[in-house]
């Protein structure tokens, strides 16, 4: 048996493992979500020359935010809150991605959705520990998108199986966009590249948003979804 089998469920661009009908209270339930596309690759190659003219970006910057050591990187730099045109239409082929998504899964939805995302680099020897972006009643989906060309993969850990029959690895190429659920734990092994740049993302709920912001009191204002903003 490997992680494909048994409730695995391919559809096009839609990958899911889900338990359906539990036949007793202790069976276990589960229900992983993957939608694996592309975005445009000149989208791709202006978002990357973008990207690295900003020198918290770019390896070879002296100030360069080495996101492996500050921790706080990922949720306070959203790239989404820029108002260059590369930017805007990132988020126009984010949502259209997300549209054709929700149409296969049958999901309906008017809200709003918020989005919060950063510039993911890896220099070489470095490497993404295992993590997860949220992982609660409000989480939605995350995703990323791969900007350079390397030869890695996103490796997802499907709770327990991938315990006994691995990771589901998802390779990587420029333009390759990943949406999956938000709780869904990953990692990126250690690059033999001198350098590799992704971008993840966050997305939101109208819903979510103004439940942080009703109790915000109770909250951590250093969520990544205090940094979102309109999709
Ligand atoms: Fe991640």
Redesign the pocket.
């Known amino acids: 048996m490997d992680i494909f089998q048994d409730d695995f469920v391919k559809n096009g661009k839609h990958t899911r493992w889900v338990s359906l009908n539990k036949t007793n209270p202790f069976a276990f339930a589960f229900d992983y979500h993957f939608w694996h596309d592309k975005i445009d690759l000149k989208l791709n190659n202006k978002l990357k020359k973008l990207l690295l003219k900003k020198k918290q970006y770019n390896i070879n910057n002296k100030n360069y935010i080495d996101q492996t050591i500050d921790n706080t990187y990922w949720i306070t730099n959203n790239i989404f809150k820029l108002k260059d045109v590369e930017i805007k239409t990132l988020k126009k082929e984010i949502k259209k991605i997300l549209n054709n998504f929700f149409k296969q899964v049958g999901f309906e939805t008017n809200e709003n959705i918020y989005i919060q995302g950063w510039p ?1 680099v890896l220099k070489k020897d470095q490497y ?1 520990k295992e ?3 949220e992982a609660h009643r409000f989480s939605f989906i ?1 995703g ?1 998108i791969m900007l350079t060309d390397n030869k890695t993969t996103t490796d997802y850990y499907i709770y327990p199986r991938s315990c006994q029959f691995g990771y589901y690895k998802c390779e990587n190429s420029p333009g390759s966009i990943t949406l999956f659920s938000s709780y869904i734990s ?1 990692k990126v092994d250690k690059i033999n590249d001198e350098f590799r740049m992704s971008l ?1 993302f966050n997305l939101y709920t109208q819903t979510a948003l103004n439940y942080y912001n009703e109790t915000k009191q109770n909250q951590d204002l250093l969520s990544p979804i205090n940094y979102s903003v309109k999709l």
């Open positions: 993911s993404h993590h997860f972006h995350s990323n990953h993840g």
